[in-house]
């Protein structure tokens, strides 16, 4: 008898426990997945990205660093090595024939080259890459301007974003980001080709990636392989306007 | 803290009915319990947010393989928590713990002291930075009233004689003692309480704000001064989680003081704005 009630009466403690837990922990991701309350905490996002435009010059820059203040290890992050044969060939062959398209809404849609992309003017910048993740590290970054691929394709009035393309699948999809004509046009937005002073490893995103120095890092599009004008982010992925953004609800807007 | 209602005349054998006094407007009030409310959501999707990177650095930039004064991690079959050169082993509630489902985890901070409670950056995010306009506007409406209202002047100022060290040890004293003010003198702020309040208020608060805001790359480019004032974004994040700390040193100490106080008394005075004078010793109740 004791045998067997002494168990019992244990087993009953555990799931009282676990009863009186459980219900709260429950109802805490319920709130958190109702529609209604996710609707609101969106509100957040949108107000950042107002105020942020509203109140900081939409030219400002990001902090310029020396050499001195490098990471001494320039932390890679998502993806580290595409996978597939295309992506392969490429870079055994020194992404010699990689193109990046520039389409969408242009006057005169581009193919570049490398070789096209380092001819144009460069623009070399120290800067600090903040991971949504909490981590920071110091690079230097070399490439060309955005804004200037952005004016050599005759970007038309009607665009209002600027949509990344990738190389990379991660799971079911290609990579993708997108941003706004006001950080496409920023000066320190740039398609970077080398970092540290020498060509971008492929852990970093080679041959080319972007940088968004006023955003999270997730937003620095790696591999690079289209740039496309857009009117509006609908029916581009889920339509969220980047890979993150649709799959787990990452803001579109990485200011802060 | 003005009105005191006309206390009945006492008369032989009637047991003298506690005076009540006015004691917090209704601003407070409302600041008060939206901002607790506002702080605890801060703290819980906070600590998920530090799931994500659960290490701390000095300095402008800091990442895994950068020196961290700070790291809740994880052996395989431990968590712990080491600060500086000091390791202690915190197995079953940082670093590796098992969540109400009994499977084990090893983020830093376990489920029940996290929002969402498994991890979940984005949700965490996204409630975090909401809250965090609750908490700016919230406080910025607050300091303003309390600027202009009267409450900082009337309640909060510390008058001359209060700074004496001799006023602030007696005050000490009388804490640990757990003698506190009866009648009159308790519908009043002590030293204490007063730098208590301060310090939230008009320091710890802001801080937090300050330095929430130094972690933001598009504030950074705006503001670049941010980052100068605390020493670099890394800084800035390592600081924003000390205070986070200091604020719960604060609720703690508080709740502590409301219990010892008379939890009823004080609460419905938060609620309602009436206070009970606690009678003078030696009186009747």
């Known amino acids: ?256 | 803290m003005a009105m005191a209602e006309t206390p009945a005349a006492p008369t032989a054998n009637v047991a003298t009915p506690p005076v009540r006094v006015y004691r917090h407007r209704r601003a407070t009030r409302i600041w008060h319990w939206i901002n607790a409310a506002t702080l605890l959501i801060l703290l819980m999707s906070g600590l998920m947010i530090f799931n994500a990177h659960p290490r701390l650095y000095w300095g402008e930039y800091g990442a895994n393989n950068d020196p961290a004064w700070l790291v809740i991690g994880s052996t395989p079959d431990t968590g712990y928590l080491r600060v500086g050169s000091l390791r202690v082993e915190t197995t079953g509630v940082l670093g590796r713990w098992t969540d109400a489902k009994g499977v084990e985890k090893t983020w830093a901070f376990p489920g029940w002291a996290t929002i969402p409670t498994s991890y979940n950056l984005a949700d965490a995010r996204r409630w975090h930075l909401f809250f965090a306009w609750v908490l700016s506007i919230g406080l910025t409406l607050y300091m303003l009233w309390a600027a202009f209202g009267g409450h900082l002047k009337k309640d909060l100022h510390v008058r001359r004689g209060e700074w004496s060290p001799r006023h602030i040890w007696h005050d000490i004293k009388q804490h640990a003692r757990l003698r506190f003010p009866r009648g009159e003198e308790a519908a009043r702020y002590g030293i204490l309480q007063k730098l208590s309040y301060i310090g939230v208020i008009f320091i710890l608060l802001p801080i937090m704000i300050a330095t929430g805001l130094t972690m933001s790359p598009g504030v950074n480019a705006g503001a670049p001064w941010l980052l100068d004032l605390f020493g670099g974004r890394q800084s800035a994040r390592s600081i924003h989680f000390i205070a986070a700390w200091a604020l719960v040193a604060f609720f703690f100490v508080h709740i502590a003081m409301v219990l010892l106080a008379g939890p009823v008394n004080e609460i419905r005075s938060m609620v309602t704005g009436w206070f009970r004078l606690p009678p003078e010793r030696g009186e009747r109740a």
């Open chain 1, 1 to 256: 008898m004791t045998s067997f009630t002494m168990p019992r009466r244990q087993l009953i403690a555990r799931v009282g426990g676990l009863a009186a837990t459980l219900p709260l922990l429950s109802a805490c991701d319920a709130i958190n997945e109702a529609p209604a309350v996710r609707k609101i905490l969106s509100m957040g996002e949108e107000m950042n990205r107002a105020s942020q435009r509203a109140l900081i010059d939409r030219n400002a820059l990001a902090r310029e660093f020396s050499r001195a203040d490098l990471s001494p290890i320039f932390r890679a992050n998502g993806t580290r090595l595409p996978a597939g044969t295309a992506y392969a060939a490429h870079a055994a062959s020194g992404f010699a024939d990689w193109r990046v398209a520039v389409t969408g809404l242009v006057a005169r849609p581009l193919s570049l080259s490398l070789a096209d992309i380092r001819a144009m003017p460069q623009r070399t910048q120290i800067t600090r890459h903040d991971c949504v993740e909490g981590w920071s590290a110091i690079g230097q970054w070399t490439g060309v301007q955005l804004s200037r691929i952005l004016a050599a394709a005759g970007v038309k009035d009607s665009a209002r974003y600027i949509v990344f393309r990738c190389a990379d699948r991660i799971g079911d999809a290609l990579y993708y980001e997108s941003c706004d004509m006001v950080d496409a046009r920023h000066p320190q937005t740039i398609l970077a080709w080398a970092l540290n002073d020498a060509v971008l490893p492929i852990a970093n995103g080679a041959p080319l990636r972007l940088r968004i120095e006023r955003q999270l890092g997730y937003k620095h599009a790696k591999y690079v392989t289209g740039i496309e004008a857009v009117a509006s982010l609908d029916g581009i992925g889920a339509g969220k306007g980047g890979y993150w953004e649709d799959r787990i609800d990452y803001e579109w807007y990485a200011g802060i």
